[in-house]
């Protein structure tokens, strides 16, 4: 990458902020917004970290602290999220591993092969692979 497509980028983010915030949070007030957007651009360069609500309203954005009930309902509504996320992974999983069950054990013994062959495993060796049996030899 270099300096030029980083400050490209940069100067694609900042403006996309500027307008996020006109069109809401400051609408009507475009040169705030244009000033917020640089500041959480060029002095945030890490979005790992969080901005708390004193710091916020002073870069200048409009925060406000959520009552407890409604911050209750939201971590609820996170925990729900998570659970549905992690049933439908298991889903998933059940399914493929029904569809495995499925193939000829043949083609599962070629996987490995086709893996090593396209890049996904390791370059010395293939990982290897526990074919799952046959319906027939499940029974």
């Known amino acids: 990458m270099t300096l030029g497509s980083i400050k490209k980028s940069l100067d694609v983010g900042t403006n996309y902020i ?6 809401r949070m400051l609408k009507g007030a475009d040169e705030k917004a244009e ?4 500041c959480l651009m060029h002095d945030y360069a890490n979005d790992g970290g969080c901005i708390e ?3 916020a309203r002073q870069i200048g954005l409009v925060a406000e602290m959520l009552p407890d009930d409604q911050v209750d309902a939201l971590w609820k509504l996170r925990k ?3 659970e549905k996320a992690k049933i439908e992974k298991q889903q998933k999983s059940k399914e493929m591993q029904e569809l495995l069950k499925s193939l000829p054990p043949e083609l599962l013994q070629q996987i490995p092969d086709l893996m090593k062959h396209n890049g996904m495993g390791d370059d ?3 990982a290897p692979m526990n074919p799952i049996p046959a319906k027939e030899e499940a029974l």
Do not use: F, G, Q, V
């Open 18 to 23: 500027a307008r996020l915030l006109k069109t």
């Open 35 to 38: 000033e917020i957007a640089d």
């Open 80 to 82: 729900l999220i998570k």
């Open 124 to 126: 010395n060796k293939a």
């Open 53 to 55: 609500i004193d710091e």
